[in-house]
């Protein structure tokens, strides 16, 4: 049983706490939102992720998880300290560093002994040393030793508890074996693959994952774009690229783009930290330049099936940036809900989870609903902006029944194209025909 500190509680913070509590670790999750700690010590979880609060409240009756927002305490109390807070965006589209920098300087006024500093939250290269000179300027007791170690987090939203047990693997960073080891011995009750590396290449194996992911569904988007205008089919086009191992199915669904707290910033963060060190990162300027456009094409697709948007009724469904999750940063609805308003239409959402969130980030006039069935109600169009379960599986006939007109415009092709045609719908998707061929897919060799 290992004593941790996990300073945030914010996605990261939260899950990963609560999976090593899990495995039998005391964690102490902190965080300087006084709010949050108090709501998580009512049990109130403060964002919705499957499987999440169940778990949390398993491991706080256990006595293993416990909440606090005295993190100076949390330290002190702990073998070993846990960073993850956020890493934002700023202005310039830079990481935003000041609260790991702040966590760093309490981190040093609290080291009452030796201590693995671990860095979970997504950082620039060179911040772990950044991290153990704000730490060392900052001890009181200038003899205590500390290790500082990158351990980057790999989970998603939506599958964040099942992400973090089953982790493909665990990246550690260091120039110390001995947290190297401590740290992947903490993992060993997840089964998880180890690899071990220095702090810099820790670092930047995170920023070259996300960046890699969302290179290939800019490529995917892209491949999709070409096929509507000659002919092919994007789905079958991923799937039979897929096929091939070298290449793998996985990130190649096409869209409307990527979004979320992390493709976005970390995209972002890579061109500058590669600008920064003399090199004129271009196919990654790219893979961002293509997500920012693609967004656009709902719009686009929106006039060429209705011709003026102005006066017409909307129904969007889904808002949060993908499915079993309330986040909504950078969610493509944040883009194409303002101007579909813009255009003058009237929008009426619907997100199963989303909405609270939504609200506070959208023009005053949208008008949100409780089910899909009262989004479509005399609405000219549907759009889908989120391949929510709910949404997915919606009841065609009673859609076509309840709108003014029966066009649909599927940002995440999650609709199949044949049902929607025999429901009289008139359809439109990103890169897919009109109608799958008979007979098309996966056929063993005898066919
Ligand atoms: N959200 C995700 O799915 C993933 C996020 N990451 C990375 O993990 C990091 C954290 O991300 P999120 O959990 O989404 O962040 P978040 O922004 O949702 O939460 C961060 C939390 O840290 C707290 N905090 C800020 N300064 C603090 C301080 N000085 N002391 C104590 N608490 C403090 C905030 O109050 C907040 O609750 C980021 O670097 C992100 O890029 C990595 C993998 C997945
Ligand atoms: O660093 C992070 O925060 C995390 O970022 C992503 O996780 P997440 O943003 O939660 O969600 P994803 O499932 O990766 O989806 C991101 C966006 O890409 C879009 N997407 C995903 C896959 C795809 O094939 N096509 C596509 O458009 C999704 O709709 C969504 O908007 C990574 O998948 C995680 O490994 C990583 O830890």
Known sequence: MQKIAVIG???VGLVSG?????????IICCDIDETKIASLRRGIVPIYEPGLKELIDKNTAAGRLLFTSDVGAAIEASDIVYIAVGT?????GEADMKYVKDVARKIGEHLNGYKIIVNKSTVPVGTGELVRQIVSNHRKYPSVHFDVVSN???LREGSAISDCMNMDRAVIGSSSDKASKAIADLHAPFGTRIYLTDLESAEMIKYAANAFLATKISFINAIANICERVGADVVQVSEGMGLD????????QAGIGYGGSCFPKDTFALAHIA????YDFELLKAVIRTNDKQRLIVTDKLKQAIGTIEGKRIAVLGLAFKPHTDDMRYAPSLTIVPEIVQLGASVSAFDPIATETAKPL??????????VEEALEGCDACVILTEWPEIVGMDLTRAKRLMNATVLIDGRNCISPLSVQQHGFTYHSVGRRPVNVVGSGLHTANF
Do not use: H, W
């Open 362 to 371: 959208l023009p005053e006039s949208v008008r949100y609903c409780g089910t």
């Open 152 to 154: 980057p987090e790999f």
């Open 245 to 252: 191992s070298r290449i793998g199915g996985k990130f190649l």
């Open 88 to 92: 934002p965006m700023s202005e310039t």
């Open 275 to 278: 600008d920064q060190s003399g």
């Open 9 to 11: 509680t914010g996605y």
């Open 18 to 26: 609560t999976c090593f509590a899990e495995i039998g670790n005391r």
